[in-house]
């Protein structure tokens, strides 16, 4: 049994059988040596080797004897267990046959990376890439590669962006024009061209500015439109006649004020009238009234075709003409905007 030190075999015994020829005293004969011994390893290669044995002949012509001998033992060449000519003291992969370059080690796919350091050792490939191939030659190995076969970009994964939008030709809708990811990497359209966006815009077929989400702005605000309606139920006029009451130009003039402000604003001016007296003669007056009003404003400078009056008669009441309070509310004008929507 081998006796082991520090991973080396220190008492290594063994037991020989052999023969020789003995010559003595001038006879000679054929003899069977039969023996033990030991080695004793200093180094890995240098040994004290001890044997003792018995020699017997076969015809007596040489007396059986017995011989022993201590000496050096010395180790030429080497163990190669996985037979690759690599010895096992210096194979680094001593059970697998490899290369001379590495050691001993193998090279499976003969790409000049040792199998150990090859992050791919059944594809050759390159050292740089620890022996992992490049199709395309973008430097990112096919393993990690999104778009193998397409040069890219590291940040990309290795997949081409040609707009530079962030979004990868693979999954981008407009490969060739920037574009949000939102989008599928496609410009947003601007479909009736007023700057905003069809995303954002309300009014995607009719211009207008961002303020008003894409859409028009009404020529006049709800707040003018409101002050309008207000100062119109302030129109009275003497009864029966289409001559203002005292106070009433005042309001007008406020009127004429907010028309100004709005230039765009084009406005209907309607006449209603109570229920006393017949319908066409109130229809008549209701005419007459609204017209008195619409020449007011023409002759503070309103332009007219900003103008129209219309007059209604009885024929749609505000409030209930059986009471005096209810009559006094019919007999009125209205102002409307007729261009805001």
Partial sequence: MD????????????????????????????MLNVGLGF?????????????????KGFSGDVAEHFQSSLGLTFKFGGKDTDGDGVYDKDDSCPDVAGLA???GCPDAD????????????????????????????????????????????SANRGCPD????????????????????ANGGCPWPDTDGDGVLDKDD??????????NNGCPEPVISDAAVQTINMGAKSILFNTGKTSFKPGVTKKLDEIVAIMNQFPKATFTVEGHTDSTGGAAVNLRISEKRAMAVR???????????????????EGSPAA??????????????????????
Avoid: H
Avoid at 120 to 139: E, I, K, R, Y
């Fill in 101 to 103: 370059a590495f050691n």
């Fill in 202 to 211: 309300n009014c995607v077929n009719e211009a207008g500015p961002a303020s």
């Fill in 162 to 181: 040609s707009d530079g939008d962030g979004v990868v030709n693979k999954d981008d809708k407009c490969p060739n024009v920037a574009g949000p990811a």
């Fill in 110 to 153: 003969g790409d000049g990376v040792q199998d150990s350091k090859d992050s791919c050792p059944n594809v050759a490939g390159l050292a740089a890439l620890n022996g992992c191939p490049d199709a395309d030659g973008d430097g990112i190995a096919d393993k990690d590669d999104m778009c193998p076969n397409e040069k890219g970009s």
């Fill in 3 to 30: 006796i082991w030190v520090f991973n080396k075999i220190w008492f290594d015994p063994f037991v020989y059988l052999g023969g020789t020829y003995t010559s003595a005293d001038g006879k000679g004969e054929g």
């Fill in 320 to 341: 209930d003409n059986k009471t005096r309070a209810g009559r006094a509310e019919n007999r009125r004008v209205e102002i409307k905007v007729a261009n805001n929507d």
């Fill in 39 to 55: 080695n004793t390893w200093l180094k890995e290669n240098v040994g004290i080797t001890f044997q003792t044995g018995t020699k």
């Fill in 295 to 313: 020449d007011y404003f023409v002759k503070k400078g309103i332009a007219t075709d900003r103008l129209e009056a219309k007059g209604y008669g």
